[in-house]
């Protein structure tokens, strides 16, 4: 007799799921570079909890596209490197961001790791709508954990470039850059892009 296969209901199914799953707080950093190896999704860690960062907009990918463009172009030609967002900064045991930008001046440093990279000598994050305070406080915080020397803010809501280099265990403005200006890196000599430009990327 022919067995017939029987499918389990979708809620069965995410029921099984979140069994199988570890709870917040309980996963492991194993855990978590695992999952996100087999995932599209945006995801950050800290001490066992995992943060799902939202689906980037269409003005949000526009905007980083043209900053891409303008490191890589800076860069390249100095041996440095820069990624998209998806490459994870261990900020520390216990501790991962996905900077949208991340920048090493030599791409020989041995800190550019294959799964993660083990610092950074700039970041940049374009604000978020959902929760602007996630780059504006929590990031700022964590990235001086990390001992990166210098974070750039990019913020599409108030058309503002706010760049931050790292003195002793926190942050100080080098400035807040508007349009008709140019933001500088301190960190990337030579470098400096217009706030303008970045913001009326298509």
Do not use: C
């Amino acid at each position: 007799m022919a067995t017939v296969a029987v499918r389990p209901s979708e809620r069965n199914y995410k029921d099984l799921l979140l069994e199988l799953l570890p709870e917040q707080g309980y996963w492991s950093e194993d855990e978590y570079l695992d999952l996100i190896e087999q995932s599209r999704r945006l995801v950050e860690y800290t001490d066992g909890y995992l943060e799902f960062l939202p689906m980037p907009t269409d003005r949000h990918q526009a905007i980083l596209a043209f900053l891409f463009e303008i490191f890589r172009k800076f860069l390249e030609p100095r041996n440095g490197k820069v990624h998209f967002a998806g490459i994870r900064l261990r900020v520390r045991k216990g501790k991962y961001r996905e900077p949208d930008l991340i920048v090493l001046k030599d791409a020989k440093d041995p800190r550019r790791q294959d799964r993660f990279w083990l610092g950074a000598d700039v970041v940049v994050e374009v604000v978020s709508a959902d929760n602007p305070k996630r780059d504006l406080r929590d990031k700022k915080r964590d990235y001086a954990e990390a001992r990166v020397p210098e974070y750039w803010i990019v913020n599409p809501l108030d058309r503002t470039i706010t760049v931050l280099v790292l003195a002793g265990s926190r942050y100080k403005k080098l400035g807040t850059f508007r349009d008709g200006e140019e933001a500088p890196s301190k960190e990337l000599d030579g470098l400096t892009i217009a706030v303008s430009d970045v913001f009326n990327a298509n």
